[in-house]
């Protein structure tokens, strides 16, 4: 079975090139930061877009209060 990670941006190349290192967190450190690049790659869940708007309408109104309550 492959490997989801390198299939998802680390070539073998590059993982091959941290295995040989001197460094022995080069490899782990190869397969976060492809991990990173898959990660940043997905979309943004709707459910996630939609909470966020909330928090956006919800502090737009607070600062609107605010306004109003030092106006009286």
């Given amino acids: 079975m492959k490997d989801p990670v390198d299939e998802r941006g680390v070539g073998e190349e590059e993982t091959a090139r941290a295995a040989r290192g001197s460094d022995p ?3 782990i450190g190869s397969k976060l930061k492809a991990l990173y690049r898959a990660i940043e790659q997905e ?3 709707d459910l ?3 909470l966020l708007q909330k928090l956006d309408d919800a502090e737009a109104l607070s600062r609107t209060d605010d306004k109003v309550r030092s106006v009286v």
């Fill in 25 to 27: 967190n080069g490899l």
């Fill in 43 to 45: 979309p943004v869940p």
């Fill in 48 to 50: 996630f877009i939609d």
